[in-house]
Structures are given as C-alpha cells and as structure tokens.
C-alpha cells in the first residue's frame, strides 16, 4: 500500500458529554471491548497501510496505553510506523487546537515519508471499509480528491452537525453544508479523505493561512470549484459518535447480531488490546438476555438489552435495564438501572433508581461512588 | 532485565491418550481449557509470573500447532531481552541416530547443549498436562535454603488413592528418602506432582550416567529420582496445597471445567496479581440473544447464546442456537449446537456441531461423554 495513513480527530461540534471529559473521543471505550479509535485504524492495517499517524487533540496517555507501538493491530514491528501526534506547547485558546493547527506543528513527520497518498480518516466514523477499493476508485476517477460518505435516510436524528455532501451525477461534489436534521435524506461526508501526498500538504498550508480557526474539512469546502472532488459511496455500516445520544444509540444498535453482522466480518477483523481477563460468570441467580458482555464480569443479577464492559460486577438483586456498564464497574444489590452510561471504575450502590430515555441516557462518572 | 539464571523445560510431548479423539489432532497441552485457555497456558503463565523467563518447551506428539502456538511467547509475557519460549522438537545430530525423545529423561539430555549454552545453576522441570497456580520462585527460594541437590513439590492425597502416584516418602525435616511408583501398600500420602526443581550441575552429571544406562527407562521417575536417593542426595519435598488437577481424562478435564463455576473456586483465574496469559483471539464480546438463558455458567467471548445453558462452560466464538439446551457440559471453541438440540454432561470438542434436535449425553451418565465428530 502507497499511502500513509492520518488519523485526524473530530471538531468540537462532537463532544460525548461526560465519557468526553475524560479521555479523548477516540480512547472512549465502545461496545464493551473496543475502543472507538480500533476500528479506524484496523481498517488502515487490514488494507495494508503500514505507516500511520494518529493525530491527538487532547490528553495522549490513553491513547498511548491503548495503542502502544500499534503491532496488536498489525503494524509490522521492523517495517511499519505509528505515531501518536499532538501540540506539544499548549494552545493559548481550545479554538485553536484545530486539526490544521496539528498538521503545521507535525509537518515534518507528514513530508519525510515516500508515500505518494495519504488517507486520511477521522476515528469518530464507525464502519469498517477496505481502502485499496478506495484508492483504485480514487486512481480511474482521476479525481484530485475523493471524499466518503454514507447515504442515509435517517438524517434528522443520525449524522447532526456533520457535513451534507451536493453530488453531481458524476458523482462530483458541488457542495459541502451542515446537517441540521431538516432533512430526511442526506449523503453524510465521513470527514476520510484520498489525495496524493503533496496536495494534502498544499491545502493544509493555505488553510493555515486562510485562518488559524479553519479545519481541513472547511479548505476541502473551499475547493470542491477549483479542484476535482469526487464522492466515493460506503454502502455497510456507517455511524457517526458526535453526541452521548448517539454514543448510546450506535452502541444499543450494534448489540444486536444482525446490525452487527453489517459491521463486523470474519476475514476483516478489529484489533484492540487484550487484557487476558478470565471468562464471565454467571451465578444461578443471573438473569440475562439481549445483551453483550466482556470477558472477567461476575454476573448475579438481572440485565437486559444492555452492554457490560470488562471486569463488572453485578450483584444479586441488581437490575440493569437498556444500559452501558463500563470496564471495572460495580453495580450493588437493589440499584435499578434504565437507559444510564456508567463509566469506569464508578460504584453504584447506595442509590435505588437511576433511570433516564433513549435521547437523554443518564450519566455516571468515572471513578463515581453513588 | 537481565535473565537471571533460572530455566524452566516443560515436557508436553505426552499425547495423553485417555483423551481419546481430543488428542487426535493435537498433544495433550494445546487442549483447550475454561472457555478460552489450553493448558499449557498454565506452566507458561506460572513462568511468567514467577519471573522465570528462559522457558524450552519439550514437544513430539503431533507438535505442529503446539510449536506454533507456544513460539508466540509475547503472549505470556516471556518475549524478554535474553528470554524467551524455545521449542525444542526430537532432530538429526551429527554423529548420533535420529530417535525421538525416550523419556521425560532423555528429552532433557537430547537438549543438554541447549542447556549448556544457557549454562543455567538451577533447572525447573515441569509438565505441560496439570492445571494450577504456583509460584515456582518460592519452590526455588525453598530448593536454596534447603541447599537441596534436588526439590519435588508434592500434594497430600488421601491414602487409597495414593496407589496411582509416585509418592514419597519423606522424614520429619521432608528430606526424602524413599520413592515409590504406584505403590500397593503406600507409607505415605505425599504425591509427585511431577515438578521438579534440580541444581543444574548435579542434573547432568546424573543424565550423563543414565544416557550410558542400557537398561534405564530415562525417565526421572522411575530413574533419575531413585539414582539420587541411591547415592543419598539431598531431595527434598515442598508441600503444596493449592489447586492442582491433572486432566489426564475427559471425566477430570470436565470436572476440572465444572470447578471453575463456583465461587470463590479455588482456582480463581480472575486473580489481577497471577493472571493466565492465553492467545489473543479477534473475537466480539460474547452476546446473550433475547430468548437467551444462562444460569451458574462460564462464558467467554464470541459466544452466542440464543437458547439456554446451565451448569456449563462455552469455550471462543462457539454457537448455543434457539432453543438449544446445554447443561452440565464443555462446549470447547467453536463447537455449535444447533436449534433444540440437548446436550448433557458431555465436552462437546473444538469446531463440531450438534445437529439440530439431536441429543447428546445423558443425565445419569457414570461418564462424560466426549462428542468428538459432527452429528448432522
């Protein structure tokens, strides 16, 4: 594979209330075992790009304890490359921790490679894809820019704030506006681009001096007239992690085998980092169904429809309703849980009902005693 | 860090023929265990844990995946800077003819060049067929006070069934002075586990005698151990009483199974602090469907649950369908049990599938049937 990978970050249009003020959005841990960030680059691996840079807007460490030096997820120890980038000064506003801002600081480990194209594709995008097919089709197109993007029918509840693509019949793009839900059907940019190598350096240079607030996705804006952009459908699974209601949503939806299937195959797996925890048990009074559990839980009471991260506890007499339990949780005796996001390491025992709704998931924060 | 000089061999050349068809394909330490283990996992992760990073792997019998599977020693945690897993298979020598490894004796000697590189002081010599938690550094620290030319962790047992072990016999400072093979009338309940712990310089001399031996079975059993006790030296017993299961047959790999299902097992894989190292398989979190039913049960991921499991342990990415019943039974990885079959004290082996409405075991069985082939 000729391309290096980029893997940019996320506005701050997305922000997952609560899990977000923790870690940043690609470290948040997803569907029980993974992390957001393991599907994007186990798409990168899986095609054979070997070189990759993941860009980080804020607080690396997770980042850095989760990917380590990236061979768990097939980058070869000798060969390949993955870098864990960020500002190393701080910025003198949020505002201006901006991907652009990140390219500049980082330019160097961007121009000092051979690779003739870059991919460059953002974590917060759930799917799973083959970039060689991406490539090719950006190579017969002769586009100078080709941009992803879902169809979908669901606009006015999925894909907020994200940015609506105008196809031409060729499938070039004529224009770039936000998704304000007003509409049912919309081709959704997945912010993942293909260009070659020195047309990605050009763009992000002139961002930066068109406006130190710019984002990369505003030049590609700037340009659809002037350069070649080409929209390249994803036809599987496609969710976007902008909000804590869509962080709920995406997660209730894949628990289910037959959404997940859309997702996950066989001979395209995704990577994350094991941490050898044992088997679940379930005693004789667990009561489960509809739900998906990792490894190293102990299970006496009751949950369904809901996902339970690594290491949880739930005892007897506790009900879980339609949740998400994170890694290292405890749920107590008699604490009734519907529709709750519970984050790591939180205790839940004292309280008797926490209940909240499908748009408005009730919160418990890290490390939490209630 | 620097290794110290410590190296542990594990003999897992044994095909463990008791366990019939499990055994078939693959020897008896790459056999699967607890859902997601096998059970060489066990002497691996107890190397790891205990520090002891320089660890040959002694194989034979059908070593193909096993060698590939324990090469990979990242996955315990032995990939260390002058450690590391080594697969040591019977080879061609110049000056020598080619012969597969005699005894758990021979197979050491076979190796001793290996070894002598390594020039090791003490020599740890485990199984790969038995399933615990040991700390060998306590074993080693007891062999060094002790100032012992050899160590044999032991295990009470009661007394009528000590005739099925190597038992020793010990005095009062457990300074051994007599070994018995699977005595008639046995003086004592202390067992062999089959863990050794030899001061290497001692160990060669004696594996030197014995390769010249016509009539030795090369096997430290039955002649090392007794070679020692002949010229009076100084072995010693370490008494443990933990966990401990030799899974030598389906009826003890599945009560060794069923263990694992209730609190505060003595096993306790969950430990943080002496946790199992297995391979790291690519699989989702297991899910239990709508119509699902799981009560007292062992699950690890990729399981699908859609019909009901009771009393059981379900191994990787194996496949429970709707309406299907599982009870009392080991569902290795990748089995699947299809729509309204029943499967009762049974270990049902890696990738077969029960055909749908079949019936497999029996409640009131005297053994756990093995279900080694696909029932369509």
């Known amino acids: ?370 | 860090m620097r290794s110290n000089n410590v190296v542990a061999m594990i003999l897992a050349g044994g095909r463990g023929t008791r366990l019939f068809d499990l055994t078939k394909k693959v020897a008896k330490p790459a056999v699967h265990f607890g859902g997601k283990y096998r059970i060489i996992d066990f002497p691996l992760s107890n190397c790891a844990n205990s520090d002891i990073s320089t660890v040959g792997v002694l194989t034979q019998y059908e070593s193909v995946l096993l060698n590939a599977y324990v090469a990979r020693d990242h996955n315990w945690g032995l990939d260390v800077r002058d450690g590391g897993v080594y697969v040591l298979t019977p080879r061609e020598k110049d000056q020598a003819s080619f012969e597969v490894y005699q005894g758990t004796a021979d197979a050491i000697t076979q190796n001793i060049d290996f070894l002598d590189n390594l020039d090791p002081e003490y020599l740890v010599i485990l199984s790969g067929d038995h399933i615990y938690k040991m700390n060998y550094a306590t074993m080693l620290a007891y062999h060094r006070v002790k100032g012992a030319d050899a160590t044999i962790a032991v295990r009470e047992v009661p007394l009528k069934e000590a005739t099925r072990f190597g038992i020793m016999n010990a005095d009062e400072d457990d300074r051994i002075y007599e070994f018995e093979e699977k005595p008639a009338q046995p003086k004592s309940n202390l067992a062999s586990m089959g863990i050794y712990i030899f001061t290497y310089k001692t160990l060669r001399k004696y594996l030197m005698a014995d390769v010249k031996n016509p009539e030795s079975n090369h096997d430290f059993g039955k002649d090392i151990i007794p070679a020692y006790l002949n010229d009076k030296k100084k072995l010693f017993a370490y008494h443990f009483n933990g966990y401990w299961k030799d899974v030598g047959t389906v009826d003890s790999l599945w009560e060794a199974n069923m263990d694992l299902l209730y609190d505060n097992n003595e096993l306790d894989l969950s430990d943080p602090d002496w946790k199992i190292y297995t391979e790291d398989i690519n699989a989702l979190p297991q899910y239990i469907g709508p119509e699902g039913k799981v009560e007292n049960s062992y699950i690890t991921q990729g399981a699908v649950v859609m019909g009901s499991v009771k009393n059981s342990v379900l191994g990787t990415n194996c496949v429970i369908d709707k309406g299907a019943k599982v009870i009392d039974s080991v569902i290795m990885p990748g089995a699947h049990i299809c729509e309204n079959a029943v499967v009762t004290r049974c270990i049902v082996a890696d990738d077969i599938v029960v055909g749908a409405g079949k019936k497999v075991g029996h409640k009131d069985s005297e053994h756990i049937e093995l279900v080694a082939k696909d029932t369509e």
């Open chain 1, 1 to 370: 594979m000729n391309a290096l990978g980029i893997i940019s970050f996320e506005d701050d249009t997305a922000t997952i209330d609560g899990l977000g003020e923790f870690r940043p959005v690609p470290a948040i841990s997803f569907l029980g075992r993974y992390r957001v960030i393991d599907f994007i680059l186990s798409n990168m691996t899986n095609s054979g790009i070997n070189d990759v840079r993941v860009f980080c807007k804020e607080k690396p460490r997770n980042l850095f304890e989760h990917l380590g030096d990236g061979t768990l997820y097939g980058i070869n120890s000798k060969k390949g490359v993955l870098r864990i980038l960020y500002g190393e000064k701080s910025f003198s506003a949020p505002i201006y921790n901006t991907d652009i801002a990140n390219y500049m600081l980082n330019m160097q480990y961007i121009e000092d490679v051979s690779n003739p194209y870059v991919v460059i594709a953002p974590s917060y995008f759930i799917y799973t894809l083959d970039f060689n097919d991406v490539i090719k089709a950006h190579l017969d197109s002769k586009a100078d820019i080709t941009v992803l993007y879902t169809n979908t029918n669901d606009a006015k509840r999925s894909f907020l704030n994200c940015d609506a693509l105008t196809l031409a019949k060729n499938k070039r793009v004529t224009g770039i506006e936000k998704n304000r839900g007003s509409k049912k059907s919309r081709q959704i940019s997945m912010e993942a681009y293909v260009m070659e190598r020195s047309l990605f350096i050009e763009l992000v240079k002139r961002a930066a001096e068109m406006s130190s607030l710019y984002w990369f996705k505003d030049i590609v804006a700037d340009v659809v007239e002037e350069k070649m952009v080409v929209g390249y459908n994803v036809r599987g699974y496609v969710a976007c992690l902008n909000s804590l209601e869509s962080y709920f949503r995406v997660n209730m939806e894949l628990k289910d085998r037959s959404v997940a299937q859309q997702l996950f195959h066989s001979n395209w797996p995704i990577y994350t980092k094991t941490h050898d925890s044992c088997p679940t048990r379930f005693t004789e009074k667990a009561k489960v169904s509809g739900s998906v559990i990792a490894n190293g839980c102990t299970i006496a009471g009751t949950f369904e429809n809901s996902i339970i991260g690594r290491n949880v506890v739930i005892r007897e007499g506790a009900v879980v309703r339609n949740s998400i339990i994170m890694t290292d949780s405890y749920i107590g005796a008699g604490a009734k849980l519907d529709h709750a996001v519970v984050d790591k390491y939180a205790i839940v025992h004292h309280v008797k009902k926490l209940e909240g709704t499908e748009e408005a998931p009730v919160y418990v924060k890290r490390r939490d005693r209630i």
